[in-house]
């Protein structure tokens, strides 16, 4: 399979996945990181195909759903994921929700930390089209 970039040459932007995740930019990039582990190969050589495909843009997540050999290895490889958490006690699951409630509400940190020192170093710069400091005469 061709694993080049899509026409644009750039890789598919965060846009595309803020509908299934509720509009959360943090959701969005844990679904980018786990796409990103999947084209490395973890899950296998159809999801690997897969996750490239959605991430270089050629192929949206939704239609990567309905493509047969994506779904039955996504289902193959999250069996053993179904089967230990109907093994674990309420409270395992109770434990491991928290811990992805954590995870969230760290990357939402980051991404504010990110927006805010982005926002100081705009205010902070003159841009050289501002029309401050300059005069005609």
Do not use: C
């Not at 750039?10 to 679904?31: C, N, R």
């Not at 409270?91 to 491991?96: A, G, K, Q, V, Y």
């Amino acid at each position: 399979m061709d694993s080049s970039p899509n026409s644009s040459g750039k890789p598919v932007d965060d846009s595309e996945f803020l509908e299934m995740t509720q509009q959360d930019p943090a959701q969005v990039k844990i679904l980018r990181q786990s796409l990103e582990h999947l084209a490395s190969g973890l899950g296998g050589d159809a999801l690997k195909e897969m996750a490239r495909e959605v991430l270089s843009g050629r192929m949206s997540l939704r239609e990567a759903a309905n493509v047969s050999a994506y779904a039955e290895q996504a289902v193959e490889q999250a069996a053993p994921l179904a089967e230990k958490w109907a093994s674990m006690s309420d409270r395992e699951r109770d434990e491991l929700a928290a811990e992805g409630e954590r995870r969230l509400a760290e990357e939402r940190r980051q991404l504010d930390d990110e927006r805010r020192a982005e926002s100081e170093n705009r205010s902070g710069v003159k841009s050289r089209h501002d029309g401050r400091g300059w005069s005609l005469y």
